[in-house]
């Protein structure tokens, strides 16, 4: 049996169609040029799309989650794609492809590896904080500063700053948020600041610098001197006795404290006299005194160092003398010697010597 007419034809179209199916030109590859994938907002981001071997390229096509972004035979030759400045709706994947002649017709090439652009917002800019807080330090106290701010993911180091360069810190981890002056000095005195660097998918980010704070350092003003009036290495009780404090400088004196045996006597009604009065000391009395005075620089009182201490010694009031007859009788031949002799209290005696010259 003869074959219907349309097999025929069939059978005579497929031996004359010559089918020559070829696969499409290799991928390319594709790459942040910054190098990284994780961008913040309004930063600009180029991608390169990289093609292998010495064909000739028409031009580029880009494609984010699988739509085009770019038209091919538009795209510049250098197979880049530019985005001005991120933002949450250009986060996702994108891949591209490439455009290229065989035999004279424009071929597209498979779609590369699709790589994910991340965006993240900035890091919150921090807050440096000075503990304990003060108007001014005092040289020798110690200060701490504190680089404070929102919680952030993966934060690797913190980074201080005295007048725009870098303070170095004195051991310590690099993660660890505070910088630590153990005595604080007047070379230290300056404008303080810190910022903050995480790291996101192999990306170290920076956060923006703190506000800056003006760590103020003074010396400590030079010690008084102590005078007691009237002065004596002994008092007897019921005496009175007056301590002046004097500053050595010119600086405004704001006020003054009497101390004895390290704890302050001044009464807080007379803390701007510079003279302490005792209207008779007592055997209470007795022991180290020292002053101090204080001036006010930049809204702090600050004290001077103490006074070398001096010494009240109290004693009791002095007994009367006693004398004695040599011979006891009193009874003496003319020609001879009386003697009468006067026995004295031990420290009368001395009383009497360091009161010779009244």
Not at 102 to 108: E, R
Not at 165 to 189: C, N, Q, V
Request: net charge negative.
């Amino acid at each position: 049996m003869l074959p219907s007419t349309s097999t025929l034809v069939l059978v005579s179209l497929i031996g004359c169609l010559d089918l020559a199916v070829k696969a499409p030109p290799a991928p390319p590859s594709l790459s942040f040029v910054a190098g990284y994938v994780v961008y913040m907002t309004g930063e600009p981001a180029t991608l390169r799309c990289g093609v292998s071997g010495t064909q000739s390229i028409l031009g580029y096509q880009f494609y984010k989650d699988g739509a085009k972004v770019t038209e091919g035979h538009f795209t510049p030759s250098q197979g880049t794609y530019s985005i001005a400045g991120v933002n949450k709706g250009t986060a996702g994947p994108y891949s591209c492809a490439y455009w290229t002649l065989d035999a004279g017709v424009a071929v597209l090439s498979r779609e590369s590896p699709a790589i994910v652009l991340y965006v993240i917002d900035h890091l919150p800019t921090p807050v440096l904080s000075l503990e304990p807080p003060s108007s001014t330090y005092i040289a020798g106290e110690p200060v701490t500063l504190f680089c404070v701010h929102p919680k952030a993911d993966s934060v690797v180091e913190y980074r201080f700053y005295k007048d725009g360069a870098e303070a170095p810190r004195e051991g310590g981890s690099p993660s660890d948020s505070t910088y630590r002056i153990r005595k604080a000095t007047e070379s230290m005195e300056g404008w303080y600041s810190c910022l903050y660097r995480s790291e996101a998918r192999g990306r170290a980010i920076r956060s923006m610098e703190s506000p800056r704070q003006f760590l103020s350092v003074t010396a400590q003003p030079p010690a008084p001197s102590i005078a007691l009036n009237p002065e004596y290495p002994v008092y007897i009780t019921g005496e009175p006795l007056t301590l002046s404090c004097a500053s050595p400088g010119p600086a405004g004196v704001t006020g003054y404290r009497f101390y004895k045996d390290g704890r302050e006597v001044t009464e807080r009604s007379s803390v701007s006299q510079r003279e302490y009065v005792i209207s008779g000391v007592t055997n209470l009395t007795a022991g180290m005194y020292s002053c101090i005075y204080w001036i006010a620089e930049r809204q702090r009182d600050i004290p001077a160092l103490p006074s070398a201490p001096v010494t009240v010694v109290v004693i009791d009031p002095l007994h009367p003398p006693v004398f004695s007859l040599t011979p006891s009788n009193g009874c003496v031949e003319d020609g001879d010697n009386l003697t009468l002799p006067a026995q004295l209290h031990p420290l009368q005696k001395n009383r009497d010597v360091l009161h010779q010259g009244w």
